[in-house]
Structures are given as C-alpha cells and as structure tokens.
C-alpha cells in the first residue's frame, strides 16, 4: 500500500490558491481513478485506488497546512504504510512556476506542511513532488502570496504542473521513485 499526500487548506475560501497545489493534484488523480474522495478519517478525506496490483491511499489532509503530519501520521500507522511508501505533494517558493522536481528525501526548507510531517513522521525519508510557485515580488509577504490566486498567466503552466504531478504519481504506482525522479527531473 502507498501513500499520496497532497497538501493544502481545506475550504473554499483556499481552493484554487497557491498553497493547495497539491490538493489540485489530488483531485486530478482521484478523478483519474474516478475514485471521489469519500472516505473521511483520521483528520483528513481520502479514497483508495488500485493500479495493476498496487494500492494506493489519495489523502487531503483537513488539519490546515501547518498540521498536516497529523493526518498522514494517523494513516499511515492505520493502514502500516512505511515513510519510503509515501509521496508527499507541495507548492515551493524556490522553483519557477510550474516547474516540477522530485526527491527522495530532504529538510522542510521552510515549508510548515512538510515540517509537521517530518515531525509526526520522525523522519526526513520520504518522497515529495514540490511544484514551483516562484517567489513574491517586494514589497508582498508571503503568506499573502501563498494563499493568493494565480494570474491568467501562470494558470495554463500550473495546469501542466498537476497533470505532470499525476502522471508521475501514477508511473510511481508500477515503478521504484528513483526512476521516476530521474523521468521527471529532467523534463521541462
């Protein structure tokens, strides 16, 4: 069984906002396996799909950004997933817009959603799609940034960004991540 985290905030009023890029790819799976997320435990709403032989458990955690671990740590110790089973799916300030990068492991780099996961997980050792937001321009803060709405322009790459994020999730449901990250990483 695998694991499929895609952060965000629950609500309407964060839907579509930067930092729920990752529920954006959720949803495109769940709608991909025409599988809803339905199922409502353990502080977040998930489905459980199956390609070929494999399962895999579709998360939205519901806890807000900044507690997300909760929820993946309520899963995973339900369902036995082990750290190098999950993926966890996220904005970056530090990529390009739609620009998408895997990794197997690595610190929160600032993140509050990946470091409530390192911190329920008690490890750094899982994997992540981040998809790149860019940076705000001065003098905007941050927050305001992450939990604005992206311009008509960056619409059409984020597009591409969660397509991408979902096709890569799928190839890591029939093979190992590492090859994976070493598909995705180099497209561009």
């Known amino acids: 069984m695998k694991l499929v985290v895609g952060l965000g905030n629950p609500g309407a009023k964060y839907a579509g906002?930067?930092?729920n890029i990752g529920f954006d790819v959720i949803e495109e799976l769940a709608e991909r396996f025409n599988s809803p997320l339905t199922e409502a435990k353990h502080k977040g709403?998930?489905?459980?799909?199956?390609?070929g032989t494999e399962?895999?458990?579709?998360l939205k955690p519901l806890t807000y950004m900044n507690l997300s671990g909760e929820s993946i740590g309520e899963v995973m110790r339900y369902y036995d997933v082990a750290a190098e089973e999950v993926v966890v799916i996220y904005d970056d300030l530090d990529l390009p817009v739609g620009r998408?990068?895997?990794r197997q492991k690595g610190s929160a780099g600032g993140h509050n959603g990946i470091k409530s996961t390192i911190a329920h997980l008690g490890t750094q050792n899982f994997n992540r799609i981040r998809?790149?937001?860019?940076r705000p321009t001065p003098p905007m803060k941050v927050v305001d940034?992450?939990?604005?709405?992206?311009?008509e322009e960056e619409q059409e790459k984020m597009k591409q960004a969660v397509s991408k994020s979902a096709d890569a999730v799928e190839a890591w449901l029939e093979k190992p991540f590492l090859e994976v990250m070493n598909e995705y990483n180099i497209q561009i």
């Open 17 to 19: 906002t930067r930092h």
């Open 45 to 51: 709403i998930y489905s459980i799909v199956r390609k």
């Open 55 to 58: 399962k895999a458990i579709l």
């Open 145 to 151: 940034y992450v939990l604005g709405r992206f311009t």
């Open 100 to 102: 998408i990068r895997l």
């Open 131 to 134: 998809i790149g937001i860019d």
